[in-house]
């Protein structure tokens, strides 16, 4: 297994996270990612490798996973692998056979001199700024939670959504990068005695590594109020805070290379980069209705 510093950029910022809060422990053959206070969170506690399987290492992976991971958690019923390839690869007959699905996401990158204006301009009833956390914690949970749309059971969700805030708070808290909100002052279907409450309506996280490099975390817009270049805006102005603010060189930001948010990224002057690759198998219980 390569050192951390040598992996790819976007398994050396995703590991930003758990090195903050949790376990990282670097065993001759792969990583062991292990987040105690969130078991639930797949991409919290996995085993990352540096080469793609082959026929015949299922039982092998299963069992380092189970050594490393589930004896040690048992709320950890997931199994989830991350793979640090460069190119696309089969899944092994063995691995489709285990339940284990493919997934993979494009690292897309930015410096500074590449970053362009939006397109639209924000409307005059939305504001953006940081988050106080913990202080308005909830007010994020409950919009990544409407934002999911019900791709996972809702209340499980929301549980996981909360510890993952609590861990951002506390890396707010430590100087580590800040959570941003677009705020409208006026919420759909509030009444006109309401109209003056502001209602969050798309977040994100921008950390930092210590070195100049920034990874974005969980972008997502409330159903109600997509398409109207909100999520252009956030971006944008949590871009402009990394570089200004907190002086990066570098800003990493991951998607569905089948999403459309991949064309948001890149107007505003992203670059699409490596991929990541992850095989999953989520529990049974955690699908959404």
């Keep these: 297994m390569k050192p951390i510093n ?3 950029l976007g398994w050396r910022t995703d590991l930003i996270f758990p090195r903050f809060d949790a376990q990282v422990i670097e065993r001759p053959g792969y990583v062991v990612v292990r987040t105690p206070h969130n078991p639930t ?3 919290g506690n996995f085993l990352l490798y540096d080469h793609a399987p082959a026929e015949g290492d299922a039982a092998a992976w299963l069992a380092a996973f189970d050594a ?3 004896s040690q958690q048992p709320r950890s019923n997931h199994i989830a692998f991350g793979i640090d390839a460069a190119q696309p690869w089969p899944v ?3 691995m489709a056979a285990a339940g284990l699905a493919l997934d993979a996401s494009t690292v897309l990158t930015m410096r500074a001199d590449q970053l362009r204006p939006p397109r639209r301009t924000l409307g005059a009833q939305f504001s ?9 914690e909830s007010l ?6 409407a934002s999911d749309e019900g791709g996972f059971e809702p209340n499980g969700y929301r549980v996981f959504r909360r510890r993952q805030m609590q861990r951002y708070g506390a890396m707010v808290a430590a100087g580590r990068g800040d959570w941003f909100g677009v705020f409208a002052s006026s919420p759909v279907g509030t009444s006109a005695a309401d109209a003056g409450s502001a209602q969050l309506v798309a977040d994100c996280g921008l950390f930092v590594d210590g070195r100049g490099l920034g990874r974005f975390q969980y972008v997502s817009t409330h159903p109600a109020w997509r398409r109207r270049g909100l999520c252009t805006a956030l971006i944008h ?6 570089f200004d603010t907190l002086g990066l060189h570098t800003l990493v930001i991951l998607a569905d290379p089948a999403d459309v ?8 002057g992203f670059q699409r980069g490596e991929t990541t690759w992850h095989l999953e198998r989520r529990p049974a219980g955690d699908v959404g209705d």
Excluded: K, N
């Excluded at 948010?261 to 505003?268: H, M, P, Q, R, V």
């Design 41 to 43: 969170f797949y991409w």
């Design 68 to 70: 490393e991971i589930a």
């Design 237 to 242: 102005a949590a871009c402009r805070h990394g």
């Design 92 to 94: 092994p007959a063995d």
């Design 261 to 268: 948010a991949i064309g948001l990224y890149e107007s505003l």
């Design 6 to 8: 040598e992996l790819s």
């Design 140 to 145: 994020a949970v409950e919009q990544q939670v």
């Design 128 to 136: 953006v700024r940081a988050l106080d956390l913990p202080a308005e």
